[in-house]
């Protein structure tokens, strides 16, 4: 078994396709007009699991946009090229809340998306030395 994708609600599938490809960088791998919804998957260029996009049901779930982790960061992206991805995100108008740091399992540094919902962004640390 392995995790295949998530659940993200967002207010509207157009701006959130347009936010997660052309800004982050992410790939759209499914957009499925099912009638009353779409099935519309986002992927990061590196693989892994996807996101699912999904508009709220109710006024329970639209309170939840952005506040899905409860304020805490919940959602990791890992590259392998810290700086390159950083100073790509942060020309794209990303807005990070902190400068990086170094942490023992890489540098970090913490973005919101625009819909309020907190990332890290990670570059794995160098494998120690045998």
């Known amino acids: 078994m392995h995790l295949s994708a998530l659940t993200l609600i967002i207010p ?3 701006e959130a396709i347009a936010y ?5 960088g992410f790939d759209l791998t499914e957009d499925i007009d099912q009638g009353h ?3 519309v998957r986002v992927t990061p260029p590196g ?3 996807g996101m699912i996009l999904a508009e709220p049901a109710n ?3 639209r309170a939840a946009i952005g506040n899905q982790g ?8 890992n590259t392998d090229n810290f700086e390159r991805d950083y100073n790509a995100l942060r020309a794209k108008a990303v807005v990070f809340e902190e ?3 170094h942490e023992p399992y890489g540098t970090v540094a913490v973005f919101r998306d625009i819909f309020g919902n907190r990332w890290d962004l990670i570059g794995s640390a160098a494998p120690a030395a045998a």
């Open 47 to 49: 693989g892994g699991a």
């Open 37 to 39: 919804k779409r099935w």
């Open 20 to 24: 997660y490809c052309d800004v982050m």
């Open 70 to 77: 409860a304020g805490r960061v919940w959602l990791f992206l």
């Open 12 to 14: 509207d599938y157009d």
């Open 59 to 61: 006024e329970m779930q």
């Open 99 to 101: 400068l990086p740091r």
